[in-house]
């Protein structure tokens, strides 16, 4: 599988993105998809996962509420969608792969995209 990850942007204070990760190949509707995010001088944090079919999903506390996961299968396709951001959220963005839900171990993605910059000014 190889993921391609897009989206992002320069936003203000309280704005909204939505980043894209597309996937190629087949089976994509048997992996659990994950987005992380890295900011300069920081491991990759957990953001968001959802399921084989998209009937559940887990965010991270600092994002609950304001952040949005989805996918569509028909397409090979997962979206988060970015609302009310704050500069702390300023990081690039990367979309994974892997099987078993356990979300927030990223130790166990197989794949990853390239990541997506965003960036939040204040």
């Known amino acids: 599988v190889q993921l391609q990850a897009s989206g992002g942007g320069l936003v203000q204070t309280g704005g909204s993105l939505r980043l894209s990760c597309g996937a190629s190949?087949?089976?994509?509707?048997?992996?659990?998809m994950g987005w992380f995010r890295q900011a300069p001088g920081k491991e990759r944090e957990f953001v968001s996962g959802i399921d084989e079919s998209g009937g559940r999903v887990e965010y991270a506390d600092s994002v609950k509420g304001r952040f949005t996961i989805s996918r569509d299968n028909n397409h090979n396709m997962v979206y988060l969608q970015l609302d009310s951001l704050k500069p702390e959220d300023t990081a690039r963005y990367y979309c994974?792969?892997?099987?078993?839900?356990?979300?927030?171990?990223?130790?166990?993605?197989?794949?990853w995209g390239q990541g997506t910059q965003v960036t939040v000014s204040s």
């Open positions: 994974g792969a892997r099987i078993a839900w356990r979300p927030r171990t990223i130790e166990e993605y197989y794949y």
């Open positions: 190949g087949r089976l994509f509707d048997t992996y659990v």
